[in-house]
Nanobody, 114 residues
Framework: QVQLVESGGGLVQPGGSLRLSCAAS????????MGWYRQAPGKQRELVAV???????NYADSVEGRFSISRDNAKNTVYLQMNSLKPEDTAVYYC????????WGQGTWVTVAS
């Protein structure tokens, strides 16, 4: 049974930072492509960042230069460092693990407001 548990969300002021974590209960975590997605109220879920098993990363244009995705295969954990946060970053952030099929976490809220 694959389980992804996100943590680190919360309320932050514009310009602030947060680091999200996703702990994965997956065999052979290192071979999975891991990603972060987000869904704002009334909008579709969108890709934020992905990191492959080889460490290659890709970011949405809207977060490029502000967010950074990383992984620690020894801890079966993927991170999303979010800097210079904007109100439009407010959303539920979901962790995704993909090999042949994809798995989702339950999500964690990030609210950016003054």
């Amino acid at each position: 049974q694959v389980q992804l548990v996100e943590s680190g969300g919360g309320l932050v002021q514009p310009g602030g930072s947060l680091r999200l974590s996703c702990a994965a209960s997956i065999s052979l975590f290192s071979v999975y492509t891991m990603g972060w997605y987000r869904q704002a109220p009334g909008k579709q879920r969108e890709l934020v960042a992905v990191i492959t098993s080889g460490g290659n990363t890709n970011y949405a244009d809207s977060v490029e230069g502000r967010f950074s995705i990383s992984r620690d295969n020894a801890k079966n954990t993927v991170y999303l460092q979010m800097n210079s946060l904007k109100p439009e970053d407010t959303a539920v952030y979901y962790c995704n693990a993909k090999l042949h099929i994809g798995y989702w976490g339950q999500g964690t809220w990030v609210t950016v407001a003054s």
